[in-house]
């Protein structure tokens, strides 16, 4: 049986409280509205988020704002060539008094891993993350350890192109809901930023603006939100494109399409709304689909690339007819 949709007080408590969250983080990341929600539909939605872009313009800055408007568990990860999956995951210590081992969690145990330069790592040490972002558990010395909910990773990399990077495999980015480019701001938000920093942090006067179990329970309310058939039928229509497209090697995976779906979800949550509209799936098609996908070799010979490719699908494919996106309501 499905679950009811959400009531408005639902909702408006959502808004009330996503409103302020934006609010703080926008003091801090100035000029860039649309990136910012952006973020909070990932943390609705309960996904992981990846920042990407030349260093200095703000991505590791977004995911510490992100961090402290909520009041909960912080770990934060430097990664380099020589760091090991233990130093994410943590190890097992031998205590010669008790002549038992003692689990010294890492700093993946908290509700929000921020991971900064996350492809200067090896592949081996990337990996680490691979259950803990997918099943919320990590395996030490074949024991499983629970992760504090919500658990939400944000990482940044920079452009492949750069000196000491790996590229992330295609199992690591498959498993980020959403990729963003930062970008540069404004003249005007760039001139603000300066006003604003020049003798102060701005991070240092924000305050939260919830706690970690408000937004499990936002995000309960999120995924509750109603999805018509037509709306869902949209979303599969735009990830088997990718699987069919001759730009592409490699299209969107199934864990793409619910992942499209619940961001979706996450954009109409923050409008308030209690369904879903293909405009939401729309808005959010290229930053979740792009990052998964791999072209061609004719695609990369001509410079054409994925978030291109994705922009013409979701030009090309036909929206669900008002009838469809209006079908009946199933609730229980």
Do not use: W
Request: proline share 7%; glycine share 6%; with cysteine.
């Amino acid at each position: 049986m499905l679950q009811a949709v959400p009531t408005s007080s639902e909702l408006d408590d959502l808004v009330e409280t996503t409103t302020r969250m934006r609010a703080g983080i926008e003091k801090v990341v100035t000029g860039r509205p649309d990136l910012v929600r952006t973020t909070l539909a990932v943390l609705l939605a309960e996904g992981h988020l990846l920042l990407e872009d030349v260093p200095g313009v703000g991505k590791t800055t977004l995911a510490k704002a992100l961090a402290r408007s909520i009041d909960c568990t912080v770990g934060r990860i430097q990664f380099t060539p020589d760091l090991l999956p233990s130093d994410l995951t943590g190890v097992n210590i031998y205590r010669s008094q008790t002549h038992e081992f003692e689990f010294r969690p890492g700093p993946v145990f908290s509700h929000i891993v921020i991971g900064d330069e996350i492809n200067r790592a090896s592949p081996k040490t990337q990996s680490a993350l691979l259950e803990c972002m997918q099943e919320a558990q990590a395996t030490v010395d074949g024991h499983t350890y629970p992760l504090p909910r919500p658990f939400l990773v944000v990482a940044t990399q920079n452009p492949v192109e750069m000196e000491g990077t790996y590229p992330l495999p295609e199992a690591q980015r498959d498993r980020f809901m959403a990729r963003l480019t930062v970008g540069y701001p404004s003249v005007d938000s760039e001139l603000a930023m300066l006003d604003l920093q020049e003798t102060a942090d701005p991070l240092a006067d924000l305050r939260p603006a919830t706690d970690a179990a408000y937004v499990a329970r936002l995000i309960d309310t999120t995924r509750r939100l109603y999805a018509a058939p037509g709306v869902k039928r949209y979303v599969v229509d735009l990830v088997t494109a990718t699987r069919e497209d001759q730009g592409l090697r490699l299209g969107a995976s199934p864990r793409a399409a619910i992942q499209l779906l619940r961001a979706a979800k996450g954009i109409a949550a923050l409008a308030g709304r209690d369904h879903v509209l293909p405009d939401d799936v729309q808005e959010l098609a290229e930053a979740v689909l792009a990052h998964r996908l791999l072209p061609s070799t004719e695609s990369r010979l001509s410079g054409r690339g994925t978030d291109a490719i994705v922009r013409d699908i979701v030009a090309r494919i036909p929206l669900p007819t008002p009838t469809a996106v209006r079908s009946s309501r199933s609730v229980g």
